[in-house]
């Protein structure tokens, strides 16, 4: 197997006046050279926290985190600007992460310039790369001097991606990239996403609060909840057999098409764990509907139930025997477990 990135036990907590916010807690995963892995969970899970340190846009806490081998949690200051080059982001909204008083010309030429891609370019060749990143990504070169308020929201993501490629990486940390995009835009970005990465052997880590998306997408689907891994496996495999009660729950909120609302959609209770100083219990346990006096005995670990496939739940045993059974609860309020995002 031929690892691109590898992330071990890595944590990033914030001090704050109410106490520290685990924002990720201990999470580890491979990715393979030209796979994408697909980051999944609700708003507030830790996922745009995972995806900036594991770039080292923010410090992580502790762990490490290793690309092609080398640990960046450690790198120097000019073996990670370095680095940076092979490792980019996309945010979720262009519209935020590029600055608008600049033309499609100056916000593409900025990373180039910048990192000195082209040595002792003229203004001429910047543009004749511009021009051609602009190719790549599918915006008309007339456009080459419009400002990003006089674009969609699709050509505005499309610059933010041709941001990226212009320091040819070999990393991509998608952070919601379509969430904010209308749905007939979304798949429009999300098939130069899957293009570009066939053709540049690009390997994608995709942040996502929407299953579907990455069923779309990713080789594999990493679930998060507040701040730990409660899920990984193959994307068919979860999708398939789904493990943990909330991949279940998450999973039965995704809309079928033609028929809308999943008829056995799994209501969950509304009561959720704080991420601020997590009691040493399972941090599903308040919203499963299968806890037990078990579940409040320490977190979980992350087992291997079957090849590739891990899951974290205290009623999922090794081989993968599964003693859930569903507790009558009181009514309370139900929630739905995937509320739109912020
Ligand atoms: N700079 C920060 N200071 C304090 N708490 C933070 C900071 N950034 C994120 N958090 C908290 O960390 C948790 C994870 O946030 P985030 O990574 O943005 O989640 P997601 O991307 O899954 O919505 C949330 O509880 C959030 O409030
Ligand atoms: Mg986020």
Do not use: W
Not at 153 to 179: H, M, N, T, W, Y
Not at 210 to 233: C, H, P, R, T
Not at 240 to 264: C, D, K, R, W
């Amino acid at each position: 197997m031929d690892k691109l990135m590898e992330v071990r036990d890595l944590k990033k907590y914030f001090k704050t006046p109410r106490g520290t916010v685990h924002a990720v807690d201990g999470v580890s995963f491979t990715i393979e050279r030209g796979k994408t892995l697909g980051v999944v969970g609700e708003s507030g899970c830790g996922k745009s926290t995972l995806g900036r340190c594991i770039l080292r846009l923010i410090e992580p806490t502790e762990g490490e985190v290793l690309f092609e081998g080398t640990d960046i949690c450690s790198a120097k200051r000019r073996e990670l600007k370095k680095l940076r080059k092979d490792m980019q982001i996309i945010f979720q909204d262009p519209y935020s992460s590029i600055n608008p008083r600049r033309t499609v010309l100056e916000l593409i030429a900025e990373p180039i310039k910048f990192n000195n891609i082209i040595p002792n370019a003229t203004e001429t060749d910047i543009e004749n790369r511009v021009l051609e990143l602009m190719k790549i990504v599918g915006i008309d070169e007339r456009l080459i001097n419009a400002y990003p308020h006089e674009l969609d929201g699709g050509r505005r993501q499309r610059i933010g991606i041709a941001r990226a490629l212009s320091l040819q990486p070999k990393f991509i940390v998608c952070d919601e990239p379509v969430s904010a995009l209308d749905v007939s835009i979304q798949a429009q970005i999300l098939n130069l996403l899957r293009e570009l990465q066939h053709e540049m052997g690009l390997t994608y880590m995709f942040i996502t609060h929407d299953l579907s998306v990455v069923n779309y997408f990713a080789d594999d689907i990493m679930v998060m909840y507040l701040g730990q891994v409660v899920e990984k496996a193959p994307s068919e495999v979860l999708f398939e057999n789904p493990m943990h009660p909330y991949t279940q729950a998450l999973l039965s909120a995704i809309l079928i098409p033609e028929v809308g609302a999943n008829p056995h959609h799994i209501k969950l209770r509304g009561e959720v764990t704080s991420p601020i100083d997590p009691p040493d219990e399972c941090r599903f346990a308040k919203r499963c509907n299968y806890v037990t006096e078990g579940c409040r005995k320490g977190t979980p670990p992350l087992l291997e139930v079957s090849p590739g496939h891990f899951v974290a739940c205290h009623c999922i045993k090794p081989g993968g025997i599964n003693t859930l059974k569903e507790t009558v609860v009181e009514e309370s309020e139900e929630i739905c477990p995937c509320p739109p995002i912020e």
